[in-house]
C-alpha cells in the first residue's frame, strides 16, 4: 500500500474502524466483543473476520491439549491466559465456564479486557517477572505467541514464573514458533524480520533457541506499549525445548505446526 494512503487510514483511524466494525456485524451476525483496531493491530490481527476465525482455531488447540491431559472438566479450573492481548483467544474459553484470569504487559489490551469482560480478572503486568498472584494459584495457564517474542533470558525467567504460579499437577501450554515458522520468516519479505533471511534449519539444529529483536523496538510506543525489555521474534527447536524447559516440569508433548500450520504447541506438566 501507498505510504502516504497507509498514514492516512491510520490518522484516521477511529473514524473508519467503528464503521467497518458495525458493517462486519450487519454482514456475518457476529454479536460477540470485537476490539477496536488499536488492540487488533498490537497483536496482528488488523482484519476482523481473521480475529474472530483465527482466535477460535487457537482456542480449538488448546482445548483439546486440555481435553487430552486434563482429566477434570474444565468449569472446575483456574485458568490464566498470559499475555492474552485483546481477548482473541480468551473469548472463546468463556462458555467452558473456568475461572478465568487475563495478564498482559500492554496496559491498552488491559483495558479493553475490563471493558469487554468484566467478569474476567485482568491485570497489565511488568515486563519481568513477578505476576501479582499467589504461588499456586492456576490449574492451567496457556499463551499464544508470547514466548515467540521474548529473549532467552526472558524466557526463562517467565517460565520459573509460571512455575510458581502454577499448582503442582497443573498444566502450562505454550505456543512457539519452531521450523515451519522458520520457514516462513527466512522466506517472508517483512521488512522487520530481515534478520531471519540467511538462518538455516541447520543452525536451528545447532543453537537451540534463537531470538532478534525487531530493528524498531523502543521507536513506536504504541505498537511496543507497556514493554520495557527487548521485544523481537524468537523461535525454538522442539528438541532444544525437551532438553531446557524441564525444570519442575515434564515435557508432555510438542506438537509442531499445531497452530494453523504455523507455530508449535508445547504442554508442560507441573512436577
Ligand atoms: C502476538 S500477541 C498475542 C496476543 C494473544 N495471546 C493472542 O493470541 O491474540 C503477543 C502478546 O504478548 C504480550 N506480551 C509480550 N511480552 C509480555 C510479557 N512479558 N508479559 C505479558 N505479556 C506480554 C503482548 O503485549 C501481546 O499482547
Redesign the pocket.
Known amino acids: 500500500m501507498n505510504q502516504g494512503v497507509k498514514k492516512f487510514l491510520l490518522a484516521t483511524v477511529g473514524v473508519w474502524d467503528p464503521i467497518w466494525i458495525q458493517w462486519y456485524r450487519l454482514k456475518s451476525g457476529e454479536k460477540g466483543p470485537i476490539p477496536p483496531f488499536k488492540n487488533r493491530d498490537?497483536?496482528?490481527?488488523r482484519d476482523i473476520d481473521w480475529f474472530l476465525r483465527s482466535?477460535a482455531a487457537?482456542y480449538r488447540v488448546f482445548r483439546d491439549a486440555l481435553d487430552r491431559w486434563e482429566e477434570r472438566d474444565l468449569a472446575a479450573l483456574s485458568i490464566l491466559?498470559?499475555?492474552?492481548?485483546?481477548g482473541?483467544?480468551l473469548q472463546h474459553f468463556i462458555p467452558d465456564g473456568p475461572a478465568l484470569a487475563a495478564?498482559?504487559?500492554?496496559p491498552t489490551?488491559i483495558e479493553y479486557l475490563h471493558h469487554a469482560f468484566p467478569a474476567i480478572t485482568s491485570i497489565a503486568?511488568q515486563?519481568?517477572p513477578p505476576l501479582p498472584f499467589k504461588a499456586e494459584q492456576f490449574d492451567c495457564v496457556y499463551?499464544?505467541?508470547?514466548w515467540?517474542?521474548?529473549p532467552g533470558e526472558?524466557q526463562d525467567e517467565?517460565l520459573a514464573e509460571m512455575r510458581r504460579i502454577i499448582k503442582a499437577g497443573g498444566l502450562v501450554l505454550i505456543s512457539t514458533m519452531g521450523y515451519r515458522a522458520l520457514k516462513l520468516l527466512r522466506e517472508g519479505n517483512n521488512p522487520l524480520e530481515s534478520d531471519w533471511h540467511t538462518i538455516s534449519d541447520e543452525d536451528l539444529r545447532a543453537r537451540g533457541a534463537i531470538y532478534y529483536e525487531y530493528p524498531i523496538f523502543g521507536q513506536d510506543d504504541e505498537l511496543f506499549s507497556?514493554?520495557s525489555?527487548s521485544?523481537g521474534v524468537a523461535v525454538h527447536d522442539p528438541n532444544f525445548i525437551r532438553r531446557a524447559w524441564n525444570d519442575g516440569f515434564e515435557v508432555l508433548e510438542i506438537v509442531e505446526g499445531a497452530f494453523r500450520e504455523h507455530q508449535d504447541l508445547v504442554v508442560l506438566r507441573r512436577s
Open positions: 498490537r497483536i496482528g490481527a482466535g487457537d491466559d498470559f499475555g492474552a492481548g485483546c482473541r483467544i495478564t498482559d504487559v500492554d489490551a503486568n515486563s519481568r499463551a499464544f505467541s508470547v515467540t517474542h521474548l526472558l517467565w507497556g514493554i525489555a521485544y
